[in-house]
């Protein structure tokens, strides 16, 4: 579900110049005094200016204004509380914990709660689509698996995987699951094969199947999880016995070349950045730490691997452009950044990847992966 704040009220002035605010709800949490509040994920970081620096705020706390109105698809002109989330372990939290957050503002008026997330497939496709279809070719010649079995993709996105299992696996079946309805229209839209089926589902509320699925996979998106030992331990469930869990998700920290470059230079002109720059935010995203992981799901003969991809851009118009599509860190970071300060941005990268002008840009992605089975 979406939320849109078009205007705010008793609110920091820095706030008010930076809606309209689009709110992707994430997850309901009981408070002490009602059920309902939110967490939600700006599309777009809030610049929030304290008295000792930028800080950038990705996540939001929402709730209705009134105790005897919910959040709900459809509702227009909903009066709501914004809350800055300033500690992402509240992210993981099962209750609200208010000290976490900076009350920020009351009286909000969004314009329209629909639903639908806020990622567009084109968008996603142009950033990242393209890499990994890529990635998700390697990662089904790690697994090697045996022709026929029945499939579950989790957080199928635009379908890089799905489409991937079809082309090079012999599946009997694949479900592709996706909590963004826009995701799975266009993977219903885009594969036309019959042994896909797209369905609105996400870690935690998977499509069942009796017997449990033969291979489940999730490509990019552990890192996306609140508790990703709840949900690997759920995907271990929805296995039959003797299947198998796989997933990948990018090397941030390393040789995901393209971000690593961007954050570097993003950092290096305004520190704030540090804050959403991916190696920070997901550490999950370590050979180690998912073997840790998929273990304490209770996952058996745990492997990690490493799965390497030349990302090649044409010019740098190439590779800069993706970033101006607002979906996903980078691009909603970009999105936060004022004419100047993005322009700043863009000479920087484009004096460090094309100094001698156009040609093409080569670099690496290298993603991790694991696996294990119950
Ligand atoms: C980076 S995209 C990866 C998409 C696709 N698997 C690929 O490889 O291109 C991350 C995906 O995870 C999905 N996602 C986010 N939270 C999720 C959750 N809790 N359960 C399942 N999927 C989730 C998002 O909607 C998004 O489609």
């Given at each position: 579900m979406q939320l849109t704040i078009t205007a705010v009220d008793h609110a920091p002035a820095d706030l008010a110049e930076q809606v309209p605010l689009t709110i992707e709800l994430l997850r309901e949490i009981p408070g002490t005094d009602r059920p309902d509040y939110w967490i939600g994920a700006l599309r777009t970081p809030i610049r929030w200016r304290g008295n000792d620096g930028d800080r950038l705020i990705t996540h939001v706390v929402v709730v209705a204004?009134?105790?005897?109105?919910r959040i709900a698809?459809?509702?227009?002109?909903l009066p709501v509380g914004l809350a800055y989330?300033?500690?992402?372990s509240l992210l993981t939290d099962p209750k609200l914990d208010?000290?976490?957050?900076?009350y920020v503002a009351i009286g909000i008026s969004s314009e329209t709660a629909v639903d639908?997330?806020?990622?567009?497939g084109t968008a996603y496709e142009d950033f990242m689509g393209r890499w990994s279809r890529r990635v998700a070719e390697r990662f089904i010649e790690w697994l090697a698996p045996e022709p026929r079995l029945t499939w579950l993709d989790i957080g199928?996105?635009?379908g890089a995987l799905t489409e991937t299992i079809c082309r090079h696996?012999?599946?009997?079946a694949v479900v592709a699951c996706d909590p963004s309805e826009p995701f799975v229209e266009h993977v219903r839209a885009r594969i036309a094969d019959p042994r896909v089926q797209a369905v609105v589902g996400r870690a935690g509320a998977l499509p069942a199947r009796a017997g449990g699925y033969d291979r489940i996979v999730s490509g990019l998106v552990l890192n996306f999880i609140p508790d990703p030992q709840q949900a690997v331990a759920g995907m271990l469930e929805a296995l039959r016995s003797g299947g198998v869990v796989s997933a990948y998700v990018w090397d941030y920290a390393g040789r995901m070349d393209f971000l690593r470059l961007f954050w570097e230079e993003a950092v290096a002109l305004d520190p704030a950045a540090a804050g959403v720059d991916e190696r920070a935010r997901f550490p999950l995203c370590d050979p180690a730490a998912l073997e840790a992981l998929f273990r304490g799901a209770g996952a058996r003969d745990v492997r990690s691997g490493a799965l390497e991809i030349p990302t090649r851009f044409a010019s740098f118009e190439d590779y800069w452009r993706?970033?101006?599509?607002?979906?996903?860190p980078a691009p909603s970071y970009v999105a936060s950044l004022d004419k100047a300060a993005r322009a700043r941005l863009r000479a920087r990268l484009e004096h460090l990847l094309a100094p001698g002008g156009s040609g093409a840009i080569d670099l690496v992605a290298r993603a991790w992966t694991v696996r294990g089975g119950r």
């Open positions: 204004r009134w105790q005897d109105t698809p459809g509702i227009r002109d989330v300033t500690d992402p208010m000290s976490k957050c900076a639908g997330g806020w990622h567009a199928c996105g635009t696996a012999d599946p009997a993706p970033f101006l599509g607002e979906t996903g």
